[in-house]
């Protein structure tokens, strides 16, 4: 482990400090055909002393060893309040990358050779940054280090608390007495402030997920502290050992804080290789395919959008094949050239089922995903039906017909029409704490009500919409082995829910069948446990509505969806699609859990031909 640093200074320089006296010019030179910029950072005696950098062009291949640094940029108003000395002159700096270098720099007279994406890259030369981009995988391979820079202490968090958790779980062996005694022994307040620790800005940004996979070695740095990042992941694979005593003693009703902690944070940085689990370099067939990579990633952070697709491809599976980085194009117009491709790379249009519940300010196609997740509530995400496993396989194993139009804008896709969405209910939104169940139930109530009156009540309904008001699943993948149920008891865990947390829709001529007292002490449906859940499931349900065709399938559609929509399966797609006509083109909804036919049941029913093939123009 590395050496403590010592605490951080109160002589940092305000972010309110004057403006005065930065480089009026720009301290860049051009670079070679082969060469890259490493910051040579002066020695210091003592962190109050100021930062002086210089800028040096060295060849890719030179011997010179250096550190590469990986961190968060931080929020916009901080952007330029950090101050630096580069080249002799003052220069801005965000205030996170001032406080990283005080912190990391050398202090026994040696100076420190480190790569830094907003010193080392000319951020107002396009074809520079381009052509530097390009060459970040490699940056990172050949780095001695790549130290990873967590940030300063966060009173505010409990940052300190947290560190001093990790420690200690790192400390324990694995699936030890000593482990789950730590568990048991700790206070709820540091595993919240450990959870909040894992949501840390770092871990949302879409460049450290390239930057962590190529380091030959790592090191995390927090204050005046670090840890291997080998041993931070393992923090995360201790908790998971722990699980059962985690969710007893602490997350019985908060899943979503469990998830984080043994799937957030540094394991949230995933790249999973197709061809092995080794640490072997990203290379050919050991590398992820670029579809993966976005699915897994798309949460993350970027300054510039393009870089949500520029960021990952390099370590993609698909980097040959993308075509070149090209800042000089467009926003929207890199979002359509990357669903293009993956379309055209997969041979699939799961692609295009990313994309619903969307504000889409970018103006982007339809079936174009916008990868900055700009969703109309964005206090959860949607949960896409992708996360299913085993994955459903509504267009069987058709392959797809398509074609670009109109410059690439327009989708030219086959399938066939399934029905016509004939009723709606009111769409769910998941808010507040994970134990306030009692809005969702008001929704479920609202679903319940709709399907009986569209599709009816007897026993085998009653299994259509237990395995419909889901999706198919009762829980997100990761909890699927905490709170997975039969269908039937998971109507039973709702209308027990119902009749004791809002007795007021529980009366004569109620549509909720009724539980006895005795099956609801026996169930104890206001458990902790009952309420985490019904949360779990409604996160399934999140911006979601059930809708009902007019033959009466029962299915899980986008909050966007209304009466008169579509519902068709597109060949090479996985999952049915919402579409809706608008003039002579279609517009697609989204994706859309319809029971009966996620399993290719519906293309039994085309080749027999009670479905018709069509066209369908996608804008």
Request: hydrophobic share 45%; with cysteine; charged share 20%.
């Given at each position: 482990m590395a050496p403590r640093l010592p605490p951080t200074p109160f002589c940092i320089p305000s972010p309110s400090s004057s403006p005065d006296g930065l480089a009026t010019h720009s301290p860049y030179k051009p670079l070679g055909e082969n060469q890259i910029r490493l910051v040579k950072i002066q020695p210091a005696t003592s962190e109050c002393d100021d930062v002086y950098c210089h800028l040096n062009p060295i060849s890719r291949d030179s011997p010179l060893q250096y550190r590469a640094l990986s961190y968060a940029w931080g929020p916009s108003s901080e952007r330029n309040v950090g101050r630096i000395y580069l080249e002799g002159e003052r220069h801005a700096v965000t205030r996170t990358l001032e406080i990283a270098l005080r912190k990391l720099r050398c202090q026994d007279n040696q100076p420190l050779w480190i790569w830094i994406d907003a010193l080392c890259i000319n951020q107002d030369d396009l074809d520079e940054k381009r052509e530097q981009v390009e060459k970040m995988r490699l940056i990172y391979e050949h780095a001695k280090e790549v130290s990873i820079w967590l940030g300063p202490e966060d009173a505010s968090s409990n940052g300190d608390l947290a560190w001093k958790l990790i420690k200690q779980i790192s400390g324990c062996p694995r699936n030890s007495h000593a482990l789950s005694d730590l568990v048991r022994s700790s206070r709820k307040e540091e595993f919240s402030a450990l959870t909040l620790f894992f949501r840390r800005d770092y871990f949302w940004r879409v460049w450290v997920v390239q930057e962590i996979h190529c380091a030959n070695q790592a090191t995390a740095y927090y204050s005046s502290e670090s840890i291997p990042w080998p041993a931070l992941l393992e923090v995360c694979d201790k908790l998971s050992d722990v699980r059962a005593l985690l969710r007893g003693s602490i997350y019985h009703d908060n899943p979503t804080s469990l998830f984080s902690l043994m799937t957030g944070g540094p394991k949230n940085l995933a790249v999973l290789r197709t061809a092995t689990k080794s640490a072997a370099p990203l290379y050919g067939a050991n590398a992820p395919s670029l579809y993966d990579l976005m699915n897994m990633h798309m949460s993350k952070s970027a300054t510039d959008a393009r870089d949500k697709v520029y960021g990952i491809v390099g370590i993609s599976a698909d980097r040959e094949t993308f075509g070149a980085i090209d800042y000089d194009r467009s926003v929207q117009d890199t979002y359509i050239h990357t669903a293009q491709h993956l379309i055209e790379r997969t041979g699939s249009l799961n692609i295009i089922c990313i994309q619903q519940n969307d504000t889409n300010v970018l103006k982007l196609p339809s079936w174009v995903p916008d990868w900055e997740r700009r969703h109309l509530y964005p206090?959860?995400?949607?949960?896409?039906?992708?996360?299913?496993?085993?994955?459903?396989?509504?267009?069987?194993?058709?392959?797809?017909?398509?074609?670009?139009?109109?410059?690439?804008?327009?989708?030219?896709?086959?399938?066939?029409?399934?029905?016509?969405?004939?009723?709606?209910?009111?769409?769910?939104?998941?808010?507040?704490?994970?134990?306030?169940?009692?809005?969702?139930?008001?929704?479920?109530?609202?679903?319940?009500?709709?399907?009986?009156?569209?599709?009816?009540?007897?026993?085998?309904?009653?299994?259509?919409?237990?395995?419909?008001?889901?999706?198919?699943?009762?829980?997100?993948?990761?909890?699927?082995?905490?709170?997975?149920?039969?269908?039937?008891?998971?109507?039973?865990?709702?209308?027990?829910?119902?009749?004791?947390?809002?007795?007021?829709?529980?009366?004569?001529?109620?549509?909720?069948?009724?539980?006895?007292?005795?099956?609801?002490?026996?169930?104890?449906?206001?458990?902790?446990?009952?309420?985490?859940?019904?949360?779990?499931?409604?996160?399934?349900?999140?911006?979601?509505?059930?809708?009902?065709?007019?033959?009466?399938?029962?299915?899980?559609?986008p909050q966007l969806s209304q009466k008169g929509d579509k519902v068709a399966v597109l060949f090479g797609c996985d999952y049915p699609v919402v579409l809706r006509a608008v003039d002579n083109h279609w517009e697609l909804i989204g994706e859309v859990y319809i029971d009966g036919i996620m399993e290719g049941q519906a293309m039994t029913d085309y080749r027999s031909g009670k479905f018709t093939e069509q066209t369908f123009y996608i804008y």
């Open positions: 206090t959860h995400r949607p949960m896409g039906l992708r996360s299913r496993k085993p994955r459903f396989s509504a267009s069987g194993l058709s392959s797809m017909n398509v074609a670009f139009l109109n410059d690439g804008k327009v989708l030219s896709a086959a399938g066939f029409m399934v029905d016509t969405i004939k009723a709606a209910a009111e769409p769910v939104y998941v808010e507040g704490p994970e134990s306030v169940v009692e809005p969702t139930l008001l929704k479920f109530h609202n679903w319940w009500t709709v399907f009986i009156e569209n599709v009816g009540s007897a026993p085998e309904d009653l299994e259509v919409f237990g395995r419909t008001f889901c999706g198919g699943s009762w829980a997100p993948s990761y909890a699927e082995g905490d709170f997975k149920e039969e269908p039937s008891q998971r109507l039973v865990l709702f209308f027990g829910l119902i009749q004791v947390l809002l007795p007021h829709l529980v009366k004569d001529g109620s549509p909720v069948p009724l539980l006895d007292s005795a099956e609801l002490i026996n169930n104890k449906m206001l458990g902790k446990r009952q309420r985490a859940m019904a949360a779990s499931a409604a996160l399934r349900m999140h911006a979601k509505r059930l809708v009902v065709t007019e033959s009466k399938l029962a299915g899980l559609a």
